[in-house]
């Protein structure tokens, strides 16, 4: 005699059957998960830039060319971007649903948002990309040491 | 009758002013953040372009505009290690307000540290 298989109670019920979008579920752990990475990313960034060295008063087209022609502050400096401008956007957005009353308001200001993110992210990416930190015809003693040799 | 700013979780005290201070924190860093990304462009215009702006960071001025600035990054930062472990540590809801305090103490020693070489850097020394 075949053993009788009973099976387990409430196995297949789902009380949650959920058809709305996980979009706010994925930028809640979007906010959490890229807000540890950019705490390491910024205080380096933080860290080379302004205290190591003489501080702001080192930074000048020598000095990024230095750094954007090792392609991993490029790599660095383009993570750091995105995470950033993604997270601040999120943030952005957040914010501008928080407090405007009227449906108008709120799509006018996030629309505002998106596109003002929207060029800074291409343009910055673009200028990480196609950076020469030796232009032809410049100033060489405005450019990188490696630049003259 | 118990007043507002008792028996809710976020009104009034740590809680509420946390979540105020990273607010302000996060949207000033924002509008830097804008501003930081067109400047740095300028590498591709040309390097005296870009040394005439980023020679505008260097005043002194601006020097206490970027004490400012690491001020609010630092503590939107610590803050935000707190709020990731509010939502994700068994015992954050519990400890909240005394993880506050210890980011307002990490924040202090941070600023305590860099301050000084801030001024270091511009005004010599």
Redesign the interface.
Known sequence: MATPTIPAPRAEYDRHKTTRSQFELFAWLFMRLSGVVLVILIFGHLFVNLWSGSGVHQLDFGFVGGKWANPFWQIWDLVMLWLAMLHGTNGMRTIISDYTEKPGTRVALQLTLYIASGIVVVLGTLVVFTFNPCPTGADPSLLASFCKA | MAKASTGTLYRGNEGMWSWVAH?VT??G??FF??VH??D??L??V???A??AV?GT??TPIM?FG?IGL?AG?VFH?FN??R??LV??WKGGPKNQKKMFWIVLILWALMMLA?IP??L???FGG
């Open positions: 607010r996060g949207v860093i924002f953040l804008l990304v067109l740095t462009s590498v591709r040309s390097p005296e870009y040394n980023i960071y260097k020097a970027e690491v990054i930062a935000g290690v709020i990731v939502d994700f860099f070489r801030q270091m850097h511009t």
